[in-house]
């Protein structure tokens, strides 16, 4: 592993939300790993009054008082506040930073990272660009700026953002990042499949019979419902964390697993997506709200009562969709994904199905396409490889059942699994940004979801289902399957006693 050159990180909404719960514990622990250069600094800035005491003891109280030997990270840390909506306060940036490398050997390598709200981040490049301190000197220093999700909220803000960020940062510099992209067993994706010689002669239309993914949450929207409202399903997982995993089911192989090769090749997916006419959304798409359920004794409100959503309100919090990749690997295989809140357990996989054996000579075979041969990937939690395969029951005669060859992260005990922010940071440090979504690509998966968004404006009758919390979504959900023998894959039962499905 190489370590990255000097830098100084500046992290603006350094009093928020993802910068005590994910950013500066992805930080503290690629400093723990010994993968941070030796000259590194961390600048928090934001409107709320810190100092740079103040900073530190908070960073402090996030730790919960877990952890020991936190002074020589502390002394890393730093904060600046500044107005981050006025443009002219960010040469106060730029004083800090300059003051940050005095006496230091760190040259002016800056990593911008906006954990803000959206709406901010082309002010906060703007004022990057004028305070002067974003161009690269060419083999002096680099300058690089990571984005937050969501980035746009339709085609149009999306292709605006992309627009108008490249009058301050080139592409190059950009790293908008996916979170799903850092996980351990989403990258494994590319190595089962590029990685063995078994599994890509398969890894087609001859043998694939249709791959689901599923992205589930057990939570509601808890206390953040008046974001969620704004949002759904559609724009908060499916346009970017589900299509990245299809990318990466989906792609041709790269050349070599280098960032420019690997876009490349999700972008030719995203560009094969056969679209969804606005009329045919009813058809492919199905959405959901969870509704009032009673799950192992305890009372679950439905969505329309959670705090900050309109009681009318007709986001989804559950999405199901059926959609072909038109090339020459998947014509005609159907591609399911679903996703959604208050569904019985958070899991997120990815399953293969393969085609069932073309002749069944086994008395006892079991003719339902569930039962045959499943390669799962499981995202998360417990991280692995599943393989469901037919076995001989022993005794007499032919008897077949499902086995399961069940491979678990956690088996590799003296592993640390890197959360998904350690990883994407660290690339970024090294100017790695395979993992990170290219603008033509955030635009080709937005203009996928579009029709969607737009079919549910123009035909506010297109019905949000409802389905009792802990339940697994709509029934409405399984009309997008039209082969009988065939389900979506439960990885557990529904949890909820009460509530039919309703329409809403
Ligand atoms: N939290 C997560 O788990 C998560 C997950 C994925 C993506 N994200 C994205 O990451 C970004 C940050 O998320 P977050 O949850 O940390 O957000 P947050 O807590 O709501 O806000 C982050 C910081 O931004 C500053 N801020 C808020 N409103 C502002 C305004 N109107 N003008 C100027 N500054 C303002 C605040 O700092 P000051 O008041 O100190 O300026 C605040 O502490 C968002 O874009 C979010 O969509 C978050």
């Known amino acids: 592993m190489n370590i990255p050159e000097s830098h100084i990180i500046t992290i603006f ?3 928020g939300d993802l910068t005590k719960r994910k950013l500066l514990p992805a930080l503290f622990s690629l400093f723990k790993q010994d ?3 030796k000259e590194f600094k961390i600048l928090g800035v934001g409107r709320t009054d810190f100092s740079d005491e103040l900073f530190r003891k908070n960073f402090i109280t996030w730790l919960d008082g877990e952890e020991k030997d936190v002074e020589p990270f502390l002394n890393k840390l730093f904060y600046q506040k500044i107005d981050t909506g006025k443009v002219d306060d960010y040469e106060l940036v730029k004083s800090k930073l300059n003051e940050l490398r005095e006496g230091t050997g760190i040259p002016e390598n800056y990593i911008y990272y906006l954990s803000t709200p959206p709406g901010l981040y082309e002010l906060v490049a703007k ?9 690269d000197v060419e083999g002096e220093s680099w300058k690089r700026i990571i984005i937050e999700k969501p980035f746009g909220i339709d085609l149009a803000s999306a292709k605006k953002l992309n627009k108008n960020l490249l009058n301050y940062f080139s592409e190059d510099q950009i790293y908008r990042i996916d979170h799903y992209l850092g996980k351990e067993t989403v990258q494994n994706v590319l190595v089962t499949r590029f990685g063995n010689g078994i599994f890509e002669p398969l890894w087609n239309r001859n043998y694939i019979h249709h791959v689901e993914v599923t992205s589930s949450e057990e939570l509601g929207v808890g206390t953040r419902g008046g974001y969620y409202d704004n949002s759904g399903a559609l724009r908060d997982m499916v346009q970017n964390h589900l299509l990245q995993l299809v990318g990466l089911v989906a792609m041709e192989p790269p050349i070599h697993a280098e960032s420019k090769a690997i876009r490349n090749e999700v972008l030719k997916v995203f560009q094969s997506l056969r679209p969804i006419k606005e009329e045919e959304v009813p058809k492919y798409v199905i959405r959901g709200q969870y509704t009032g359920s009673t799950v ?16 009318d309100s007709r986001t989804e919090s559950y999405l199901a969709m059926k959609f072909f990749i038109d090339n020459w690997r998947w014509k005609d295989v159907p591609f399911y994904i679903r996703t959604g809140k208050r569904l019985p357990t958070r899991v997120t996989e990815i399953v293969i199905h393969f085609k069932k054996s073309p002749h069944h000579i086994f008395s006892h075979d079991d003719l339902t396409i569930n039962a045959h041969n499943q390669l799962v990937i499981r995202v998360q939690p417990d991280e692995g490889l599943l393989f469901k395969f037919s076995m001989k029951v022993p005794g007499a005669g032919f008897n077949t059942k499902t086995a399961n060859m069940d491979f678990h992260y956690s088996d590799l ?16 440090m090294q100017g790695d940004s395979t993992l990170y979504i290219r603008g033509d690509a955030v635009e080709e998966a937005w203009a996928f979801v579009q029709p969607i968004i737009n079919a549910w404006k123009n035909n506010p009758e297109i019905p949000v289902y409802g389905y009792p919390a802990g339940s697994w979504g709509p029934a409405h959900a399984d009309t997008l399957i039209e082969e009988p023998e065939i389900t979506w894959r439960y990885p557990c039962k529904n949890l909820s006693n009460d509530g039919e499905y309703c329409e809403l």
Do not use: F, M, W
């Not at 004022?127 to 161009?135: D, H, P, Q, R, W």
């Not at 192992?296 to 009681?311: A, D, H, I, M, W």
């Not at 005990?413 to 970024?428: K, T």
């Open 35 to 37: 993968l941070l250069p």
């Open 13 to 15: 909404g350094a009093s």
């Open 296 to 311: 192992k004794g305890e009372c679950l409100t439905g969505y329309r009562y959670e705090q900050g959503v309109p009681n």
């Open 127 to 135: 004022g990057l660009e004028k305070a002067n301190i974003t161009a």
């Open 413 to 428: 005990n003296d592993d640390h699994i890197p959360e998904a922010y350690e990883r994407l940071l660290l690339d970024c």
